[in-house]
């Protein structure tokens, strides 16, 4: 099964905005509707209808995609103007809230000019990425005067710097800039006793004591706009209801130590996770023996996609009215023998039936959850008609109209067989034969140069005699990679040699994956709170790899050995890439690192 995570690459380097999950394609635009509109015009001597270049719908004012440029032969396209003249620079972007619909007009320059692109990240803030094309003559007064201010909750913007001391330009003659603010704290107490507090990033830390909720707006909801991660740091003895604890956190993209939670005496869960940006959940240590409202639980959570509830009791639930109501993405749901559907009014939503699923639910079985072998086959109404706890209790998957099948045979049973499919399903990463993967083989520099050039599309590259042993006559495979690599700052030689075939250390792979994401004009910051200190070998990091291990551990590209061990100095193996690479992609599909 194709991700989109390929989507998402071409949105950042066409669309220029890292916002949404779908292509910039004009099929894919959203129609006019929900709000007012944009009309662009082309601006090009054509008159009445035959001037509209595309009307764009917004949601309730708010552009969700930016559309891509018009394009006219011998001119060179340099934006937008509210004025057929260009008097009046318009800026369009995802993201973008206007008030009444508006008309804008192409603005063109003779030739073709090569427009030095700009980055602004927000740091945090809205918006989170832009990228905008300049004259190449133009100053940095004029970039910062273009883009103008951010915003941020609980914050005040102080300027825009160039760099942010632990991250560069990655890409030659492009100004990265990156905001910088000022930080209004924020904390208090939910109703109960647990004491909270809201960082700078937009991380909420919860302390462990007694939740009891059942107000109609969640506990932070005079701060909802500036928290995306919650995170519990100790035990949570629930009340009789958590009734809209999370409801209407529409920043909020993870909620981690929810395993803390002792839910025994909780009645009532409605409403508990209407966050429409969280993706994963896992519940599976909840016990909801004595729940009966689960009314609309997840209704709302539209790019919720994997939820695990295989422990969950159901015996006392009376009402599940809405439970998965407007979960169109959730392709991946763990249910246990105790589980069992109340009613016929849950609400799962359709499977999609198009060149990708067939329409139907299946459990996985002796498979996996890309490569499904279990007997049962459901749509989503009759998945709710006949689960049967003591005999369907499974993960169960949209099924794949054409199941995943690799050639390997020293995968099976292997901890990251799932990681090992989905990079040879998307064309990243190959046998060492036609028949294995290797998966405990060390990874060398030109494996993994060569995988994240494919990443990129395996763009054209010039030849380049920088590397003694990268000549001309280098292999293929990975001769060209190297190249693009070299010229994109992503991999950079020693003493004149790049070492195609030397093994790459944990915190060389850090690095390469850190570039690569500034590539794409990724924001690479870490919040000011986050540290390595659980790791007993943190002292071994190598100084100029600090910033890029912080970052991939941060964002759960790496993971420990072990709990308390990160080996940095250790040598990756196939496996391990396989690994970060799969959760990189996934994160960039799901839009993670751009909330």
Same mark, same amino acid.
């Given at each position: 099964?194709?991700?989109?995570?390929?989507?998402?690459?071409?949105?950042?380097?066409?669309?220029?905005?890292?916002?949404?999950?779908?292509?910039?394609?004009?099929?894919?635009?959203?129609?006019?509707?929900?709000?007012?509109?944009?009309?662009l015009?082309?601006?090009?001597?054509?008159?009445?209808?035959?001037?509209v270049?595309?009307?764009?719908?917004?949601?309730?004012?708010?552009l969700?995609?930016?559309?891509?440029?018009?394009?006219?032969?011998?001119?060179?396209?340099?934006?937008?103007?509210?004025?057929?003249?260009?008097?009046?620079?318009?800026?369009?972007?995802?993201?973008?809230?206007?008030?009444s619909?508006i008309?804008?007009?192409?603005?063109?320059?003779?030739g073709?000019?090569?427009?030095l692109p700009?980055?602004?990240?927000?740091?945090?803030?809205?918006?989170?990425?832009?990228?905008?094309?300049?004259?190449?003559?133009?100053?940095?007064?004029?970039?910062?005067?273009?883009?103008g201010?951010p915003?941020?909750?609980?914050?005040?913007?102080?300027?825009?710097?160039?760099?942010?001391?632990?991250?560069?330009?990655?890409?030659?003659g492009s100004?990265?800039?990156?905001?910088?603010?000022?930080?209004?704290?924020?904390?208090?107490?939910?109703f109960?006793?647990?004491?909270?507090?809201?960082?700078?990033?937009?991380?909420?830390?919860?302390?462990?004591?007694y939740?009891?909720?059942?107000?109609?707006?969640?506990?932070?909801?005079?701060y909802?706009?500036?928290?995306?991660?919650?995170v519990?740091?100790?035990?949570?003895?629930?009340?009789?209801?958590?009734?809209?604890?999370?409801?209407?956190l529409?920043?909020?993209?993870?909620?981690?130590? /929810?395993?803390?939670? $002792? @839910? !025994? +005496? &909780? %009645?009532? #869960?409605?409403?508990? *996770?209407?966050?429409?940006?969280?993706?994963?959940?896992? /519940?599976?240590?909840? $016990? @909801? !023996? +004595? &729940? %009966?409202? #689960?009314?609309?639980? *997840?209704?709302?959570?539209?790019?919720l996609?994997?939820?695990?509830?295989?422990?969950?009791?159901?015996?006392?639930?009376?009402?599940?009215?809405?439970?998965?109501?407007?979960?169109?993405l959730?392709?991946?749901?763990?249910?246990?023998?105790?589980?069992?559907f109340?009613?016929?009014?849950?609400?799962?939503?359709?499977?999609?039936?198009?060149?990708?699923?067939?329409?139907?639910?299946?459990?996985?079985?002796?498979g996996?959850v890309?490569?499904?072998?279990?007997?049962?086959?459901?749509?989503?109404?009759?998945?709710?008609?006949?689960?049967?706890?003591?005999?369907m209790?499974?993960?169960?998957?949209w099924?794949?109209?054409?199941?995943?099948?690799?050639p390997?045979?020293?995968?099976?049973?292997?901890?990251?067989?799932?990681?090992?499919?989905?990079?040879y399903?998307?064309?990243?990463?190959?046998?060492?034969?036609?028949?294995t993967?290797?998966?405990?083989?060390?990874?060398?520099?030109?494996?993994?140069?060569?995988?994240?050039?494919?990443?990129?599309?395996?763009?054209?590259?010039?030849?380049?005699?920088?590397?003694?042993?990268?000549?001309?006559?280098?292999?293929?495979?990975?001769?060209?990679?190297?190249?693009?690599?070299?010229?994109?700052?992503?991999?950079?030689?020693?003493?004149?040699?790049?070492?195609?075939?030397?093994?790459i250390?944990?915190?060389?792979?850090?690095?390469?994956?850190?570039?690569?994401?500034?590539?794409?004009?990724?924001?690479?910051?870490?919040?000011?709170?986050?540290?390595?200190?659980?790791?007993?070998?943190?002292?071994?990091i190598?100084?100029?790899?600090?910033?890029?291990?912080?970052?991939?551990?941060?964002?759960?590209?790496?993971?420990g050995?072990?709990?308390?061990?990160?080996?940095?100095?250790?040598?990756?193996?196939?496996?391990?890439?396989?690994?970060?690479?799969?959760?990189?992609?996934?994160?960039?599909?799901?839009?993670?690192?751009?909330?």
């Open positions: 099964m194709m991700r989109n995570w390929k989507r998402q690459i071409s949105l950042v380097l066409v669309a220029c905005m890292l916002l949404g999950l779908m292509s910039a394609s004009a099929s894919a635009l959203p129609p006019p509707g929900g709000g007012p509109s944009i009309t015009l082309w601006n090009d001597g054509r008159v009445g209808a035959d001037n270049f595309r009307t764009l719908g917004t949601d309730h004012g708010m969700l995609i930016e559309p891509e440029p018009p394009s006219r032969e011998g001119y060179t396209f340099m934006g937008w103007a509210t004025d057929a003249a260009g008097d009046n620079i318009f800026d369009l972007w995802a993201g973008l809230i206007i008030g619909s008309r804008l007009y192409a603005q063109w320059e003779p073709m000019v090569h427009l700009v980055y602004f990240c927000g740091n945090g803030g809205f918006p989170e990425m832009r990228r905008m094309l300049f004259l190449p003559d133009s100053s940095p007064d004029e970039w910062i005067s273009r883009v201010q915003e941020k909750w609980g914050h005040k913007f102080i300027e825009w710097r160039l760099g942010d001391g632990t991250s560069y330009d990655i890409t030659p100004p990265f800039f990156y905001a910088y603010w000022e930080w209004i704290p924020v904390a208090g107490t939910i109960g006793g647990s004491a909270w507090r809201l960082y700078s990033d937009g991380t909420l830390m919860v302390d462990g004591g939740i009891h909720w059942g107000f109609q707006s969640n506990p932070w909801f005079e909802g706009r500036g928290i995306s991660r919650i519990f740091t100790g035990p949570i003895m629930g009340g009789n209801s958590l009734r809209n604890l999370f409801s209407g529409g920043s909020l993209t993870s909620i981690e130590g /929810l395993d803390y939670f $002792n @839910t !025994s +005496n &909780v %009645t009532d #869960m409605t409403r508990l *996770f209407n966050a429409h940006r969280l993706t994963s959940l896992d /519940l599976s240590s909840w $016990n @909801t !023996s +004595n &729940v %009966t409202y #689960m009314s609309f639980m *997840f209704s709302g959570a539209g790019r996609m994997n939820l695990n509830l295989s422990s969950w009791d159901t015996s006392n639930v009376t009402t599940m009215e809405g439970i998965f109501q407007n979960a169109h959730l392709r991946e749901l763990t249910l246990g023998e105790n589980f069992h109340v009613g016929d009014d849950a609400g799962l939503p359709a499977v999609p039936q198009n060149d990708t699923y067939t329409g139907y639910w299946q459990n996985v079985g002796s996996t890309r490569n499904p072998l279990g007997e049962h086959v459901f749509t989503s109404e009759e998945l709710i008609e006949n689960y049967d706890g003591a005999t209790a499974d993960t169960w998957v099924q794949p109209r054409n199941p995943s099948i690799h390997f045979t020293d995968i099976d049973n292997h901890w990251a067989y799932e990681a090992i499919e989905y990079v399903e998307n064309g990243l990463m190959r046998g060492i034969t036609p028949t993967f290797a998966p405990n083989a060390r990874l060398n520099r030109a494996m993994l140069t060569t995988t994240l050039w494919r990443m990129m599309g395996e763009p054209a590259a010039d030849f380049q005699p920088v590397f003694s042993d990268v000549p001309s006559t280098a292999p293929a495979w990975y001769r060209d990679a190297v190249m693009w690599a070299y010229e994109n700052g992503i991999a950079r030689g020693i003493d004149g040699r790049f070492d195609p075939y030397g093994e250390t944990r915190e060389q792979f850090a690095a390469m994956i850190h570039r690569y994401a500034q590539l794409l004009g990724i924001c690479t910051n870490v919040p000011e709170f986050f540290n390595l200190d659980s790791f007993q070998d943190r002292d071994e190598s100084g100029w790899a600090e910033p890029y291990m912080d970052w991939a551990v941060f964002r759960e590209l790496i993971q050995v072990n709990a308390q061990t990160l080996a940095p100095s250790g040598t990756a193996t196939r496996a391990q890439s396989a690994a970060i690479l799969m959760r990189f992609l996934e994160r960039l599909a799901d839009g993670g690192f751009f909330v």
